[in-house]
């Protein structure tokens, strides 16, 4: 069995903070329990899941889910102004780092690295909660794997496209997006080859734990539309291995390729000396998981803001190839920046 998870009481919760979620079209209240243990997934109960890029992880479960719509704030966002952001790494820093991935793959280390920035600007006053930009952002920037975790050690609001794994019982499934522009003539040969690149690289991670001859790719290089652009999106699919649960799952996995780069450990190395700041939850996987049934989805952690002392984040980046052009990269980076970052501004 896996060790009980430590009682919210224990970590110090605050009852008038209100933790909630809101996963899959679920509203989970009463928070009952907090785990850093992948492992209470493979337990009982219903959770709410924030694994950052870092591979921090916060599980919390709650003792109501129910299909609800997502509740108003009693008060409107009040975000930072849209000048106040600063970025991890400014034009000229991001297109060094490009040039650098480039050597790289040049020396043969790594085939593909995505390069990102994180976004940082101070709230104007202590924030009430991440609710209030969770309704914007659902008014303004629907998404397929929307969502809000709001719980002590992850304040989390995601408009994410990207589903990372959704399992039911032994079936698992991920999506991999490669490919990103205004619209579909932008889609380059570039962005196919990378796509078919990470696909690869996550039929690998699904064959590491899953029974031999189920992996396959069910769909490739389709073009999904999303408010003010477009994506290159696949999906592999396999049957996990008899014994196999979360931990084993996110161990193959985890973190997603279309966020990291090819092959996995040395993009994780330049990713390590490139990039200046922690991820956190950007890049991360954020959805839910009822233990009871075996079911759970998760997306992968883009298009995310997260709270953190009094500021609020958000990251953005690209996937850099041979092919790569630096300024069309730091373009695309402000591409998936500006419609997020214009909603969270005031």
């Not at 690998?204 to 790719?217: A, E, H, I, Q, Y």
């Not at 592999?236 to 996110?250: H, I, Q, T």
């Not at 939850?281 to 759970?296: K, M, R, S």
């Amino acid at each position: 069995m896996p060790p009980s998870p430590n009682p919210v009481a224990s970590r110090g919760v605050d009852e008038s903070s209100r933790p909630l979620a809101y996963l899959g079209g679920m509203l989970a209240t009463g928070l009952n329990e907090l785990s850093d243990d992948l492992r209470v997934l493979d337990g009982g109960g219903r959770w709410a899941v924030v694994v950052t890029f870092e591979g921090q992880v916060t599980c919390a479960r709650f003792d109501r889910w129910e299909p609800a719509p997502l509740p108003h704030a009693e008060r409107p966002w009040k975000g930072p102004g849209a000048d106040d952001w600063t970025s991890s790494l400014d034009r000229d820093g991001y297109v060094g780092a490009v040039r650098a991935v480039r050597e790289l793959i040049a020396a043969g280390t790594v085939y593909q690295v995505n390069v990102c920035r994180m976004l940082a600007a101070e709230l104007p006053a202590p924030a009430d909660g991440l609710l209030p930009l969770a309704n914007r952002l659902q008014e303004r920037h629907p998404a397929p794997f929307a969502g809000l975790v709001d719980v002590p050690g992850a304040r989390v609001v995601t408009a994410s496209p990207e589903l990372f794994l959704r399992r039911d019982g032994e079936q698992v499934t991920s999506s991999p997006i490669k490919g990103t522009g205004r619209t579909r003539r932008d889609l380059a040969a570039k962005d196919a080859a990378e796509n078919v690149m990470i696909v690869d690289l996550v039929r690998n991670d699904l064959s590491r734990v899953c029974r031999t001859g189920t992996v396959v790719v069910d769909d490739l290089l389709a073009v999904e539309p999303h408010p003010g652009l477009v994506h290159l999106v696949s999906t592999v699919s396999g049957r996990l291995r008899p014994g196999a649960g979360w931990p084993e799952l996110f161990a193959a996995t985890f973190p997603p390729g279309s966020v990291s780069g090819a092959p996995k450990s040395s993009a994780l190395d330049a990713i390590e000396a490139l990039e200046p700041v922690p991820r956190g939850p950007y890049c991360g996987a954020i959805g839910w998981v009822d233990a009871d049934t075996g079911e759970g989805e998760l997306a992968v952690g883009i298009r995310t803001f997260w709270a953190d002392d009094g500021v609020l984040r958000f990251g953005t980046g690209a996937g850099i190839t041979w092919g790569s052009d630096p300024q069309r990269e730091w373009a695309e980076t402000e591409l998936k920046a500006e419609r997020l970052v214009g909603l969270a501004s005031c």
